[in-house]
């Protein structure tokens, strides 16, 4: 529940109790005490009191007769009237100071009513218990008991208000109930006692003095009271023109010395205009060019002055000289991670100390630099050779991989090397950095550490760059498409469903295979719009192909999902989806995930896939035998296929051990109870291997290659046979005691 809501709540609560309160009261209150008497006091409470109020300047006192006139109703009437009385002069108050154009929070005056009746009710149960266990008359005239019984309405009056008062500032302010006292309610004890004062004297003359003397008292009251709240607004008057005469001198004496500062800017840039002492100016110079230069933290040189640096190794390269350079661009691992958790104090300081170890680490002619957040850059001069470079790079990577400790904390980290030759080619510093940040990017992707930088890296990056810049749009430009192989049953050769292959065909750069940007898309995360696109376009065909025939009613179709995908929790409403758009079965519908992609995160993979499975959807681990899976956690997933890779498959009939590989997952496949399908399928050997193995699918090559959806529609018109002829064949002989009609009719 919000501050905000607590305290609404709060203001009601109290608003509700108050008005059991004053109806209480009022059902309760004595007939003889609803008399002239009576009603005069409330008219003044309602009409007079509050214009009477008085503010002291600044304090937060303020002189009200309101708590004299409900303390007096304790004395005259009792505590029921009392209840009345301080109810009718919070309503009349709050009228008043509405009607003078002060705006009211939400339900205030209900809670300002509210509180009243319930603090007037607690003080008219302390009143009546405690006088009385002292044996006190409470509404004694005797000037020690007046006394007593005034301190005790003033006291419990003040205590049950700020205790109601400090709770609610407490919860609107956040702060404690303790410290709201302090600072919002205490100051206003005064006033309740300075009531009670007013009330006693009331009481005295009402019970002791004569029609004159009231007469007489009330007229030297009214001059008093006339003369102290024009001499109140005198002070305050005089306060707020000794105020702004204060603002006034201040914003004198602050444009007096805006003045004085204007001038000694105008002269101190005369005398640096006069300066003539070139031996200051000149150090003057060099600081800055030093600052300008070199990075504030680890105090190397920065990237304007590496770059000129680097303007100076490209000239003497061009110029002849014989000595071969190399530039090494480097960039730390996990600091983001160190940054993160440890904050950027500590974050700072690794940096110094990487500094640091890779400068003790050169030589005197060498150069390092800080380019920038965790970004290094260095120039070996002299080396005769690439490998020796390769060698000094090795070495500054074990040294900065060695861990550390600071501020209690062990620090591990490690750096990603790019090396490239300056060789003559390059004109800018820019040329070269970049084509060792290629390198140092492909040291970070193959996990290698260091990388030397090659022309056909350089082109590779280019062309990634370039597929990086263009994949966002190939779904607005219909540039994907869907390819569709069959997966074929080896039994009886029957097609049962196809894989799903994407395909992009680039608009200026022609066919560009998967290889090149599923990877990006991955890296990216376009790989999850893109796998919703697949799955939408794919439920769509495959429920098209359903209504062919009889013999295509059942087909499914295999979409791969990746691992991004596989975490993200929307993947089941994609899927969802896409089936609800197609009105395609769910069992329909088959998704692959790689085994890496599952044991990534193995337990959020099993809580997944258990919802697909309830969903209907079938489930295949792809490319098994080439990740790493537990057969603890594999007999936990919820799947129906595992499919084994092409590797296995294309070397099946040349290596033993690749055959007896095959012969253990479709042995394990049959015992958790999974189907196997074999990808890969190029040669007649091959697919009758794997028939021999007791392999129930297969796809690949001997049966189809993948086609588009209109080459692929055509050959399910044309009920395309998919298994070699010879094998066909076979199949349908006799011997094989298996019915004519199961030789596949596609």
Not at 172 to 184: I, L, N, R, V
Not at 245 to 274: F, N, V
Not at 386 to 392: F, G
Not at 711 to 737: C, D, F, G, R, S
């Amino acid at each position: 529940m919000s501050r905000e809501s607590t305290t609404t709540f709060y203001k009601l609560a109290i608003a509700v109790i108050g008005g059991v309160c004053f109806f209480l009261a009022w059902f309760n209150i004595k007939p003889e005490v609803l008399n002239w008497k009576f009603a005069v006091l409330l008219l003044f409470t309602i009409l007079i009191a509050p214009r009477m109020n008085i503010a002291l300047p600044r304090s937060k006192f303020i002189l009200s007769f309101s708590d004299s006139m409900v303390f007096l109703a304790f004395l005259l009437f009792g505590g029921e009237a009392a209840i009345i009385i301080a109810t009718a002069e919070i309503l009349a108050n709050c009228l008043y100071l509405k009607f003078k154009g002060i705006e009211f929070p939400r339900f205030t005056i209900l809670f300002n009513i509210g509180l009243i009746a319930l603090t007037t009710g607690i003080t008219y149960n302390v009143w009546s218990w405690i006088p009385r266990a002292a044996n006190i008359n409470p509404t004694s005239a005797i000037t020690t008991n007046l006394i007593t019984t005034l301190g005790i309405l003033a006291l419990s009056q003040f205590l049950a208000a700020s205790v109601f008062a400090s709770i609610y500032y407490a919860l609107k302010t956040g702060t404690t109930p303790w410290q709201a006292w302090k600072k919002e309610v205490f100051s206003f004890s005064i006033a309740y006692f300075a009531g009670a004062g007013l009330a006693g004297i009331f009481f005295k003359l009402l019970n002791y003095a004569d029609v004159y003397s009231i007469a007489i008292s009330l007229a030297a009251f009214g001059i008093i009271y006339y003369n102290y709240r024009q001499i109140i607004g005198e002070m305050t008057s005089s306060i707020e023109q000794a105020e702004q005469a204060e603002r006034d001198k201040a914003a004198a004496e602050r444009e007096k010395r805006l003045e004085i500062e204007r001038y000694a800017d105008e002269l101190s840039q005369t005398l640096r205009k006069e300066e003539e002492n070139g031996k200051a100016l000149r150090k003057s110079q060099r600081a800055f060019q030093h600052a300008a230069l070199h990075d504030s933290l680890t105090k190397l040189p920065n990237r304007a002055c590496f770059g000129e640096i680097l303007k100076e190794l490209i000239e003497e390269n061009k110029s002849g000289a014989d000595t071969k350079s190399y530039v090494l661009f480097l960039d730390l691992t996990r600091f983001k991670t160190i940054n993160d958790s440890l904050g950027h104090s500590i974050g700072d300081k690794v940096l110094m100390i990487v500094a640091r170890r890779m400068a003790r680490m050169l030589r005197a002619h060498d150069k390092i630099a800080r380019l920038g957040g965790d970004e290094f850059a260095i120039i070996l001069r002299g080396l005769a050779t690439d490998e020796k470079a390769e060698k000094v790079a090795w070495k500054i990577h074990q040294k900065i991989a060695q861990p550390f400790t600071l501020s209690k904390n062990k620090i591990h980290t490690s750096v990603n090397i790019g090396i490239a030759p300056c060789r003559n080619e390059y004109d800018t510093p820019e040329e070269i950095l970049r084509d060792a940040d290629i390198a140092m990017h492909d040291a970070k992707e193959k996990g290698s550490g260091v990388a030397f930088f090659s022309k056909q890296l350089r082109d590779r990056f280019l062309e990634q760059a370039k597929f990086e810049a263009e994949l966002p749009f190939a779904i607005e430009r219909g540039e994907l498409s869907m390819h569709y192989q069959p997966i074929i049953s080896l039994t009886d050769g029957s097609l049962t469903g196809f894989e799903a292959l994407l395909r992009w065909n680039h608009h200026k750069l022609g066919f560009v295979p998967p290889a090149k940007f599923i990877p990006i898309a991955e890296n990216t995360g376009l790989i999850i719009p893109i796998t919703n696109w697949i799955l939408s376009e794919t439920c769509r065909q495959i429920a098209e192909w359903q209504n062919l025939s009889f013999a295509t009613k059942e087909l499914m179709v295999s979409v791969n999902i990746s691992g991004k995908h596989l975490s993200n929790t929307h993947l089941i409403n994609d899927v969802k989806k896409a089936l609800g758009e197609a009105n395609l079965s769910p069992s329909s519908l088959k998704l692959e995930i790689t085994e890496s992609a599952a044991m990534e995160n193995a337990e959020q993979t099993i809580e997944i896939l258990a919802v697909l499975k309830e969903l209907g959807v079938q489930l295949s681990i792809d490319d098994f035998g080439t990740g790493y899976s537990s057969l603890s956690y594999l007999h936990r997933f919820p799947i129906d296929t595992l499919k084994v890779d092409r590797s296995f498959v294309n070397s099946v009939g040349e290596n033993g051990e690749d055959f007896e590989i095959l012969q253990t997952i479709v042995s394990l496949a049959k015992n958790l109870k999974m189907r196997v399908i074999a990808e890969g399928i190029e040669t007649e050997s091959q697919l009758n291997i794997l028939k021999n193995l007791g392999c129930e699918y297969g796809q690949g090559y001997l049966m189809s290659k993948p086609l588009p959806k209109d080459a692929m529609a055509e050959l399910l018109h044309k009920k395309q046979y998919w298994l070699p002829v010879a094998i066909a064949e076979e199949q349908a002989a006799p011997q094989t005691n298996r019915a004519k009609e199961n030789v596949t009719v596609f």
